[in-house]
């Protein structure tokens, strides 16, 4: 997909006729920001941002701020629906100024402005900027640097977007796997919280072992945590979670880490240019979301070359197994106490229950438990 720049261009400042009477946002809260002439939203893929000023000119460098088509809906379930990157926070800070953050980038801290937000007579928004350097600035859609004193005013205005779960504006899990039993998995790294749809559950990774990671399920995931999703079904529409504006949910104790970022982006002679921001994987001491050899949902070693944006991963010390299992607490507990005794039991073929039983030749039709299958400890889900 062809990358548009969101540049900052000088204006002249629109008449006061065209503001409503209520130009403020309801509070803060988390948005989706979508130009009202292009139907593009804007996505955050770069923590990078700046705007230098002087003599009533601008050089600004939004090149973090990545647009995406979503005007149709099935353009909007490809490109939007499922991406963290395209939910931002709005904050508050005096009466009409607001902070623009979303993943890892803070506008404020970036370029040391507030957006001023103000409300037009149909509803939409003009999001600026100003200072005595550089006068008025808005936040327009516009496909490269030009910056000059009059821009069409199609480009400034913005449909500001609260995240719900309508069709129009739902935000979903996009599964990254489906395991043996036709149930779909996907781990999420994102800045905002969430608490999972209907048919959907929540973890973080409390604990791990050399084989085994080990399940804790949150009724609500906080901003900014690494967590793993069992979906309800195959599509973000199916998957459609609830973004409250406020949280004080904590996770506690997580293993997982996440990655915001895999921005890759070049000059035109190849090397990388300075919006390139991505996190090389590494098989040693990395496992990724994937499918395990008995087909159950598993951390694995991947053949990737970054980590992608806003996905979890387990980090691991090097001397750990490619394939992590994911177990819940009572099954862990279960290992724990049994983990020295099976170890010294030789190994014998067949399926035995963990008192020595045998009961079969191989797992198939098995109940949900633990057993000893030739000489080794497995987890039937």
Same mark, same amino acid.
């Not at 809260?29 to 941002?49: L, M, P, T």
């Not at 973890?203 to 804790?216: D, G, R």
């Not at 390139?276 to 098989?283: G, M």
């Given at each position: ?28 809260? #988390?948005?989706?920001?979508?130009? %009202?002439?292009?139907? %593009? $939203? ?41 991406? /963290?990157?395209?939910?931002? %926070? ?7 100024? #607001? ?26 928004? +003009? ?21 000059? /004193? ?6 400034? $205005?913005?449909?500001? +977007? ?63 945590? /690494? ?8 599509? /973000? ?36 240019? &300075? ?37 979890? #991963? ?37 399926? #035995?229950?963990?008192? &020595? ?25």
């Amino acid at each position: 997909m062809k990358k548009f720049i969101i540049s900052l261009a000088i204006v002249m400042l629109a008449p006061l006729s065209l503001l409503a009477q209520g130009n403020q946002l309801n509070g803060s809260g #988390y948005y989706r920001v979508q130009n %009202r002439d292009s139907k %593009r $939203y804007i996505s955050v893929v770069d923590n990078r941002a700046s705007i230098s000023a002087s003599s009533g000119a601008a050089d600004a460098d939004l090149e973090a701020l990545l647009m995406l088509q979503g005007k149709t809906d099935e353009l909007f379930e490809e490109n939007v629906a499922w991406n /963290p990157a395209t939910i931002c %926070r709005f904050e508050q800070v005096s009466s009409n100024q #607001y902070n623009l953050s979303g993943l890892g980038l803070d506008l404020h801290e970036k370029t040391g402005y507030y957006l001023n937000v103000a409300k037009i007579a149909d509803g939409s928004y +003009r999001l600026y900027g100003s200072t005595g350097g550089i006068g008025t600035a808005d936040l327009c859609d516009m496909p490269d640097y030009m910056l000059h /004193p009059y821009v069409d005013k199609s480009k400034k $205005y913005w449909w500001l +977007r609260p995240i719900d779960q309508s069709d129009e504006q739902y935000f979903g899990i996009k599964p990254d796997v489906q395991d043996a039993d036709g149930t779909y998995w996907a781990t999420i790294y994102a800045a905002f919280p969430f608490k999972p749809g209907t048919g959907m559950k929540a973890y973080v990774i409390q604990k791990q072992s050399s084989n085994y990671a080990v399940l804790k399920e949150l009724e609500e995931v906080p901003a900014g945590e /690494p967590a793993l999703v069992r979906c309800a079904g195959a599509t /973000p529409k199916e998957n459609k979670v609830i973004v409250p504006n406020t949280s004080s949910a904590t996770a506690g104790e997580n293993v997982l880490e996440g990655n915001f970022f895999c921005n890759l982006t070049y000059t035109e002679s190849g090397t990388p240019d &300075g919006h390139w921001h991505a996190t090389y994987y590494n098989p040693t001491t990395m496992r990724m979301l994937g499918i395990g050899a008995d087909g159950k949902v598993a951390f694995v070693k991947s053949n990737i070359s970054y980590l992608p944006a806003c996905k979890a #991963y387990l980090p691991v010390k090097a001397s750990r197994a490619a394939e992590i299992q994911i177990v819940t607490e009572a099954e862990w507990e279960v290992l724990g106490v049994n983990t020295i005794e099976a170890e010294a039991t030789p190994a014998k073929t067949g399926v #035995y229950t963990l008192s &020595g039983q045998r009961i079969a030749d191989t797992t198939n039709g098995l109940s949900k438990g633990l057993y000893i299958v030739n000489g080794k400890k497995v987890i039937v889900k």
